[in-house]
């Protein structure tokens, strides 16, 4: 008795992918929630555990403080005289401004150490030391010279976002194919052709990366450039409720900036689909 096994082609139908792609979206997005429920739970019994809201304060107490600084009660407008919304605008403004001037010293910085080599033996040594000091460093240098209004909180945040973009921007000049740059050389491109028509599209994707990380960092710096005079703003309304012992506002503050950070960066890989479409394919 013999016995035959026949074997068949397994073809993928036109759509399979696509079919697969909404249930695993949604079981993304189920296993998010679920892990903000666990978090939520796991500290709503700490604080009740511990019974101590200066240390830990409760979901119930921060939600409270939002309600407070979002508002005008007993004749107290907000915190401090600002509505959160307001504490959270001024210190996006200062963080969108100082991100704008570093990215774009950063861009022109990068592109020239990419393209010229004696200036990036010059310069890199003062940008990696520059990108090892921490914001607190050099701030009170800039208080020193600049006073304590917008002036010293704008150099920092630039400052703080340059290294980054500038470092990603020249390792991106640097690494694009020599052979792509000698062909359009060789088709009559100068050097500045050359670096606007082959180096910049190959780099973009890197250069990207880059402001991404630079407007993090700006962001993560922006509670450090406002421990002077920093009402209205959300890291001078963080530093003023800290010197009060009022934990809830200080969580409160971390939660606006951590959200509005998210939503940024959200907004920046958005952009970025758009505006290189190319990256990640041959």
């Given at each position: 008795?013999?016995?035959?096994?026949?074997?068949?082609?397994?073809?993928?139908?036109?759509?399979?992918?696509?079919?697969?792609?909404?249930?695993?979206?949604?079981?993304?997005?189920?296993?998010?929630?679920?892990?903000?429920?666990?978090?939520?739970?796991?500290?709503?019994?700490t604080a009740r555990?511990?019974?101590n809201p200066t240390f830990i304060p409760s979901p119930g107490a921060v939600w409270h403080q939002l309600i407070v600084t979002s508002s005008v009660h007993d004749g107290v407008r907000g915190y401090s005289g600002h509505l959160l919304i307001e504490h959270l605008g001024v210190s996006l403004r200062r963080i969108l401004i100082g991100s704008v001037i570093g990215v774009v010293g950063g861009?022109?910085?990068g592109l020239v150490?990419?393209?010229?080599?004696?200036?990036?033996?010059?310069?890199e040594p003062v940008v990696t030391f520059i990108r090892a000091l921490p914001p607190l460093a050099y701030f009170s240098l800039f208080i020193i010279w600049f006073g304590i209004d917008e002036t010293p909180k704008l150099w920092l945040l630039s400052i703080a976002a340059l290294p980054p973009v500038a470092v990603a921007t020249a390792s991106a000049?640097?690494?694009?194919?020599?052979?792509?740059?000698?062909?359009?050389?060789?088709?009559?491109?100068?050097?500045?052709?050359?670096?606007?028509d082959v180096v910049l599209p190959h780099a973009l994707p890197e250069i990207f990366t880059g402001v991404r990380i630079a407007v993090g960092v700006a962001y993560s710096s922006v509670v450090a450039a406002e421990t002077i005079n920093g009402v209205p703003g959300i890291g001078g309304m963080v530093r003023d409720a800290q010197r009060y012992s009022?934990?809830?506002?200080?969580?409160?503050?971390l939660f606006a900036i951590g959200l509005s950070g998210?939503?940024?960066?959200?907004?920046?890989?958005?952009a970025e689909k758009r505006l290189i479409p190319w990256r990640g394919r041959a």
């Amino acid at each position: 008795m013999s016995t035959s096994l026949e074997t068949r082609p397994v073809t993928a139908t036109p759509g399979a992918t696509t079919a697969l792609a909404p249930p695993r979206r949604k079981r993304r997005i189920l296993l998010r929630l679920v892990a903000l429920v666990v978090l939520y739970a796991l500290w709503e019994i700490t604080a009740r555990t511990m019974n101590n809201p200066t240390f830990i304060p409760s979901p119930g107490a921060v939600w409270h403080q939002l309600i407070v600084t979002s508002s005008v009660h007993d004749g107290v407008r907000g915190y401090s005289g600002h509505l959160l919304i307001e504490h959270l605008g001024v210190s996006l403004r200062r963080i969108l401004i100082g991100s704008v001037i570093g990215v774009v010293g950063g861009l022109v910085l990068g592109l020239v150490m990419g393209t010229v080599t004696w200036i990036r033996v010059v310069t890199e040594p003062v940008v990696t030391f520059i990108r090892a000091l921490p914001p607190l460093a050099y701030f009170s240098l800039f208080i020193i010279w600049f006073g304590i209004d917008e002036t010293p909180k704008l150099w920092l945040l630039s400052i703080a976002a340059l290294p980054p973009v500038a470092v990603a921007t020249a390792s991106a000049v640097l690494g694009a194919p020599t052979g792509l740059v000698e062909a359009s050389r060789a088709l009559g491109a100068n050097k500045w052709q050359a670096v606007r028509d082959v180096v910049l599209p190959h780099a973009l994707p890197e250069i990207f990366t880059g402001v991404r990380i630079a407007v993090g960092v700006a962001y993560s710096s922006v509670v450090a450039a406002e421990t002077i005079n920093g009402v209205p703003g959300i890291g001078g309304m963080v530093r003023d409720a800290q010197r009060y012992s009022q934990t809830d506002v200080v969580v409160l503050g971390l939660f606006a900036i951590g959200l509005s950070g998210l939503l940024i960066d959200a907004l920046l890989q958005v952009a970025e689909k758009r505006l290189i479409p190319w990256r990640g394919r041959a």
